[in-house]
């Protein structure tokens, strides 16, 4: 199992920009944004449903939910150890705890809908808290 940690979360104004980065230690992410595993990012707030926001695959195809496309970007470095979101044009509703995780996916879903779903997630760190005020 790849253990992650996420950062770079913190307080922002509205309009305002983050970027979130996840290290992978004991293994890189190789194994698993290939074939029928994504990697990616998802949010929880408080008395509202796990959100997924962003995948990334092996060729570099990504997903976004719609309450973020446009606005963040899903990256992965060259060696595969690092995953960054970046976050731009920051809006309230965007206030969360945010996760970096492995997700399996199936065919019957898209992966943004698979990484909103708790059991199909294999690996996920400990979050980064991100706020926005206005």
């Known amino acids: 199992q790849v253990q992650l940690v996420e950062s770079g979360g913190g307080s922002v104004q509205a309009g305002g920009s983050l970027r979130l980065s996840c290290a992978a230690s004991?293994?890189?992410?190789?194994?698993?944004?290939?074939?029928?595993?994504?990697i990616g990012w998802f949010r929880q707030a408080p008395e509202k449903k796990r959100e997924g926001i962003a995948t990334i695959d092996s060729d570099g195809t990504t997903s976004y939910a719609d309450s973020v496309k446009g606005r963040f970007t899903i990256s992965l470095d060259n060696t595969k150890t690092t995953l960054y979101l970046q976050m731009n044009s920051l809006k309230l509703d965007d206030t969360a705890m945010y996760y970096c995780?492995?997700?399996?996916?199936?065919?019957?879903?898209?992966?943004?809908?698979?990484?909103?779903?708790?059991?199909?997630?294999?690996?996920w760190g400990q979050g980064t808290q991100v706020t926005v005020s206005s």
């Open positions: 004991g293994y890189t992410f190789k194994l698993y944004h290939m074939g029928w595993f994504r």
């Open positions: 995780a492995t997700v399996q996916i199936s065919g019957s879903m898209s992966p943004i809908q698979a990484l909103s779903d708790p059991l199909r997630t294999t690996n």
